[in-house]
Every structure is written in structure tokens, then in C-alpha cells.
């Protein structure tokens, strides 16, 4: 620490999910990847750009996928800025649209890397509860003078959407730069990404690494009024997005049927855990996204997380308040759900 700055000394770290080096012996249920593999067209697609075009720079601005991403979403090519995962968009936004001497505000509980950020960058935040159904109080964060906010649709870790016309009402009032989170939209279909039409201080964020299966490609997409973009591209690094990860996000775009086929699966894999977990005695939040946020009626949620990596199954627990009663379980394959929950049973019989 000798050599590190005030803000690096006194800020709390992120703690990403666990990925244990011997992955094959885990059920890994903990960091909301895709349960299915990307299709053989996209990995095609990236195996075909591992060539000798790997000694040349890839398009600095990513334009192809842009482009696609306008045919795909909306919008047009010049509302969109590809970045290495929508985590770098975060790292960007809060060094490019908020001065240190303003003020943020995030959800609580909502992806805590928004509070890491802010902090590494010096930033001061207030944290708004969510209400006691989990939505967001959208009349909380007209309070102050807030420079950046940022819901998360659907929000990790609680798997609820963003109200439409709460947003919409919320927007007609806020000055400052609004951020929507969308890594998991695609689970519900309920995306914002049209009101960037209407309003020139949204940013409505996309991941490549939840529905599209291609988490450890690392690509983000930024939508947003042209003059946004072109202030995420001065910040950039020149070379953000490398050629492998343009390559399959393109592929990933255009190959639907196969993006349908993870989106519906992995919908019907949730319906089921949600039912089988009730039985159970969960109580489990309604989720718009590739995970749930569930809690036991008598067993407390911690000691299920530390029997179920006993038996080599990950799912995640926080420590905090509203956090720490519950299990964030990402839904996996069908064969993984069905041991998970075997394992499961026997945890809740000997307890
Ligand atoms: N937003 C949310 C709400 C997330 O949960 C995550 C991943 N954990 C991200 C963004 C980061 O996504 P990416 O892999 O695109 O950086």
C-alpha cells in the first residue's frame, strides 16, 4: 500500500463471484454466465479471426458491430459505442460525465460495482433503498442534485425490472446523466433502449456476456444521444474492443435462432427452479433475469451457501442488510439444476 493514493487506500474493492481454478468439478451457479454455449456459427466466426490478421489492430471504433447493433436494437449506427464489457462503460462514464466535486446515487441493494467505482474515482454517493417490494424510488432520487444515477434493468441481485413510466416520469424531471444497466434485459425483453430518442442524458448499457453466452469475450455496448458517444470515444482506449470480440459479437447478433433458443431455455429452466425451490420453502422474488433471488422460510441463507460449496455447488451470498437473508442462484442447465436441487434436499433434510 506504500505507494497507493488516498482514494486507493481508503476505498472498499469489489469482490467479483468465485471462479475456482478446478472449474470442471464445481455446479457453477454464482456469477450469472449463460447456462449453453455459444453456437457453433459464433465460435466459428472467432476461430476464423484467430489468424494472421492477429498482428493487425483491430477497427478502432468497432463499426460493423455498431452497425449491426442499430439493425438489431433501434436507433442508428452513431447512438452506439462498443467497449471491452459493459464494466469498462462504467470505468468510462464515471471518468467522463461527472466532475469529482458532484454527486451520485445507486439503488441498495443493486450491483455493487457502481459503489466500487465511484469510489475509485473519488465520487460521492448516496445509496437509495429500494422499496420494500424491490422497486426502485425513483421520487428518492429527485431529492438532491444528482449528476450520475444508474438502475440496473433488471437489477442484480433481486431480478426486477425498472418500471417503464416511472423511468419515463423520472427522466421528464432529472438534469444530470441517467444510466440503465441492461446486462440482463434480454431475460424479459423489457429494455428502455428507445428512450434514448427522447432523451439526450440516457445511456443504456448492454452485455454481451449473459444472454449472447460470451462472458469471457468481454463486450459492452454503450446506446446513447450522439454527443454522449462521441465524448465515450475521446476517453477510450484507441484499441478497446480486439478483434476476437468483435468478431463474435457480430456473429452472436446475427445468429438469432440460437440467442432465441438460450433466452427461452433458460426462461422455462427458471419457471421450473422457482416452482421446485417453493416446495422447498423458498420464497423467491419474480426474476426478469438469468437468476433469482430467493430466501427459506427457517434455514438461514448463509449456512446453505457454505453446505452447498461442501458439495462443490456455487451460488452467491452478500453479507449486508436486505442482502444477507438470501441466495442469488443463477438458473443453469436443466441437469445442473436437478443436482443442485438434490443436494439441496438432503442439505434441508439433516439440518
Ligand atoms: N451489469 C450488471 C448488473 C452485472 O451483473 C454485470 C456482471 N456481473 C455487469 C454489468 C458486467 O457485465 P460485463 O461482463 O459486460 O462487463
Avoid at 464494466?87 to 454527486?103: A, K, T, V, Y
Wanted: net charge negative; glycine share 6%; hydrophobic share 40%.
Amino acid at each position: 500500500m506504500k505507494y497507493w493514493n488516498s482514494t486507493l487506500k481508503s476505498m472498499t474493492e469489489y469482490i467479483p463471484g468465485e471462479q475456482p481454478e478446478d472449474i470442471d468439478e464445481y455446479i457453477k451457479l454464482n456469477t450469472n454466465e449463460n447456462a449453453f454455449p455459444p453456437s457453433a456459427d459464433i465460435l466459428n466466426a472467432i476461430t476464423k479471426e484467430c489468424s494472421g490478421n492477429l498482428r493487425l489492430y483491430p477497427n478502432p471504433d468497432a463499426e460493423t458491430l455498431t452497425k449491426i447493433c442499430a439493425d438489431t436494437w433501434g436507433l442508428s449506427q452513431s447512438n452506439y459505442f462498443a467497449a471491452n464489457g459493459s464494466d469498462e462503460l462504467f470505468s468510462l462514464i464515471f471518468r467522463g460525465f461527472i466532475d469529482r466535486d458532484q454527486l451520485a446515487a445507486f439503488s441498495y441493494p443493486s450491483y455493487s460495482l457502481y459503489y466500487t467505482m465511484s469510489e475509485a474515482n473519488g465520487i460521492a454517493y448516496d445509496k437509495i433503498d429500494l422499496k420494500d417490494d424491490f422497486s426502485i424510488d425513483f421520487a428518492k432520487f429527485l431529492k438532491k442534485k444528482y449528476a450520475l444515477v444508474i438502475f440496473c434493468n433488471p437489477n442484480n441481485p433481486t431480478g426486477t425490472g425498472v418500471n417503464r413510466e416511472g423511468l419515463i416520469k423520472f427522466l421528464e424531471k432529472y438534469k444530470g446523466v441517467a444510466v440503465v444497466d441492461e446486462a440482463y434485459v434480454d431475460f424479459s425483453g423489457n429494455s428502455m433502449i428507445d428512450l434514448v430518442n427522447s432523451f439526450d442524458n440516457l445511456i443504456v448499457t448492454r452485455s454481451f456476456s449473459k444472454s449472447y453466452s460470451l462472458a469471457g469475450l468481454r463486450v459492452g455496448i454503450a446506446a446513447a444521444h450522439r454527443d454522449i458517444i462521441e465524448g465515450f470515444k475521446k476517453i477510450k482506449d484507441s484499441y478497446n474492443v480486439d478483434r476476437l470480440a468483435q468478431a463474435g459479437a457480430i456473429a452472436a447478433l446475427k445468429d438469432k435462432k440460437s440467442f432465441n433458443y438460450r433466452v427461452s431455455m433458460i426462461n422455462n429452466n427458471k419457471d421450473y427452479l422457482t416452482e421446485s425451490l417453493d416446495e422447498l420453502g423458498f420464497k423467491t422474488v419474480p426474476s426478469e433475469a438469468n437468476f433469482i433471488f430467493t430466501n427459506h422460510s427457517s434455514i438461514d441463507a448463509k449456512t446453505l451457501y457454505e453446505k452447498l460449496k461442501e458439495n462443490k455447488i456455487l451460488v452467491r451470498h452478500f453479507d449486508g442488510p436486505r442482502l444477507s437473508n438470501y441466495l442469488r442462484i443463477t438458473v443453469g442447465s436443466m441437469i445442473e439444476i436437478k443436482a443442485f436441487l438434490k443436494v439441496l434436499r438432503s442439505i434441508i433434510d439433516e439440518i
